[in-house]
């Protein structure tokens, strides 16, 4: 058993399909208004339009219990980190070794946090 996607509810499809495949640099493999998927082997990051009522479980709200920390393997945290703060995204975590691996967090447009990191060398 692998892991074959993961939801990303947001709430401007073509802010985030710009972000996630120009400035993070996940290939698009394609877009509509209401779903896009971006990726290539591995796990696909989707994206799901927050519809932005009803049930909380359904639209992408925020809820603290069950929330999602999506993280991505990058060649190398540092550079990655330099492209991040160039295009102004925040960082909420600067790069950092943890048990021998450099890791760093930042948040997409809606505020989600993601996590980074890099092979151990």
């Known amino acids: 058993m692998r892991v074959s996607y993961a939801i ?12 996630y495949r120009d400035i993070v640099g996940f290939p698009l493999r394609f877009e509509s208004p209401g779903w896009s998927e971006l990726g290539g082997d591995g796990a696909v990051i989707a994206l799901h339009l927050s519809r932005g009522a009803g049930d909380p479980a359904e639209t992408g709200e925020d809820i603290h219990a069950g929330r999602c920390r999506p993280g991505f393997q990058v060649p190398d945290v540092d550079e990655f980190h330099v492209r ?8 909420v975590e600067e790069p950092r070794e943890v048990f021998g691996a450099r890791v760093a ?5 809606d505020g989600l946090v993601f996590s980074v990191g890099e092979p151990r060398k």
Do not use: I, K, L
């Open 105 to 109: 967090q930042y948040a997409d447009p």
């Open 8 to 19: 990303v509810f947001v709430s401007d499809m073509s802010r985030s399909v710009t972000f």
């Open 84 to 91: 991040m703060t160039e295009n102004g995204v925040p960082c």
